[in-house]
């Protein structure tokens, strides 16, 4: 039940983040506005930030929601193109109730951040690294990361005196990479790491990191650096904590399948909800959201993307777009999660087999959709 000093808490964080929000907006403008007019024509600084700047001009910092007024609402339809910023006490308390379909910004969280120069320290030199280097000339496959060696990528991630900004992908260094305290006990949503328990020992290296890729990751870009609006893998779920720097998420939540396919065909994006997120927050980005990450100081960030058991059918719609429409997402299609989808399809099978009074492993979609899920999966 909340209290006088919870409520003023609440509310206080609710205008810090209002008054940060639109601070960081403006400075996001600034920032690109400076990279793109210092930036040689036709690269990729000029060109794409050029896009953002568009879409950010058609967006607006919104007033969040609290953890109570979704709480104390009946249905969360008609909810999605909201946001909450909120605790991580209360973050629990809304995905005790059920998986929220809009974004929430949880913080400030417990846990211990990480550095810039700590992480650049862990890097193996010899290492290769796939980088995105926004001062290449614009063409068609100038959004494919370049591999470099990381000594020179950390060279030129550390140039003060360059323009173009530079965006790290692919760095597996930190081994833990646990999820928030709210979502860490919740099994539904290590149905991917279940589904694949009995087979790891037939699985290769290659192909774990093949998986790894999309479900555990770290980012690290420099400033100025932007991604062009996309999809994450599959739709997947997104949990990313800022470790060091400052990011402003531009989100368009709620569209749905149908929307990203219009935008796909040529509908313009309008009404962007920008979402600042701070160094030791975390954000929830629920399934399928259309979104385009811009980088206002050198940031450091952290995250997984994770699949709900109940939301397997709309997983299974996503992945049959992004197979018709591979440029949905900015990222190569994962081998492995035929393999997984089986599994879980599998699993699914068999417990719904069971006698109606037996207690079910996971929480799945209704029952009625089973068909449509194994339709798709034979299809894709």
């Known amino acids: 039940m909340p209290t006088y000093a919870t409520d003023r808490m609440t509310e206080q964080l609710i205008t810090d983040y209002e008054r940060k929000a639109k601070e960081y907006y403006d400075k996001a403008i600034e920032v690109l506005t400076k990279k793109q007019e210092a930036s040689s024509a036709n690269t990729r600084t000029r060109e794409d930030t050029a896009i953002i700047l568009d879409l950010l001009d058609s967006s607006m910092v919104q007033k969040p929601l609290t953890a109570e007024q979704v709480l104390n609402t009946d249905t969360w339809n008609g909810l999605e193109k909201d946001f909450v910023v909120c605790s991580e006490h209360d973050a629990g308390r809304i995905f005790d109730r059920q998986v929220p379909r809009f974004p929430i910004l949880v ?4 846990r211990t951040t990480g550095s810039i120069k700590g992480f650049l320290n862990a890097i193996d030199p010899a290492a ?16 494919i990361p370049r591999t470099e060696k990381a000594s020179d990528a950390i ?15 692919d760095l597996h260094i930190l081994k833990d990479n646990p999820l928030p305290s709210f979502l860490r006990h919740r099994k539904d949503f290590k149905i991917l790491e279940f589904s694949h328990a009995g087979k790891r020992k037939r699985t290769s290296q290659q192909d774990a990191a093949d998986l790894d890729r999309w479900t555990s990751f770290q980012l690290l870009a420099s400033e100025g650096a932007v991604h062009l609006p996309h999809i994450d893998h599959h739709g997947m ?3 990313v904590f800022n470790e060091e ?14 929307g990203i396919k219009k935008w796909r065909l040529g509908e313009p994006l309008q009404g962007g909800l920008p979402v600042y997120v701070p160094p030791g927050y975390v954000l929830w980005q629920p399934l399928g959201t259309l979104h385009a990450p811009i980088t206002i ?7 997984r993307m994770l699949l709900h058991s109940s939301q397997l059918l709309d997983i299974l719609q996503y992945t049959e777009a992004e197979i018709e429409d591979p440029d949905i997402t900015n990222e190569t299609f994962c081998r492995q999660i035929h393999e997984r989808m089986k599994g879980i399809l599998n699993l699914w099978k068999k417990e719904s087999d069971l006698p109606e009074l037996c207690q079910k492993t996971f929480k799945w979609p ?13 299809v894709s």
């Open 107 to 110: 913080g400030p969280l417990t």
């Open 297 to 303: 100081t050198k940031c450091l960030m952290r995250g």
């Open 128 to 143: 290769d690294i796939d980088v995105h280097d926004f001062g290449l000339g614009a063409s068609a496959d100038v959004h």
């Open 155 to 169: 060279k030129m991630f550390e140039d003060e005196n360059r323009i173009d900004p530079l965006n790290f992908l």
């Open 366 to 378: 209704p029952s009625e959709t089973q068909k449509e899920c194994e339709k798709i999966y034979k």
């Open 237 to 239: 779920n997104t949990v």
């Open 245 to 258: 720097g400052h990011k402003l998420w531009l989100m368009w939540p709620g569209l749905g399948l149908d």
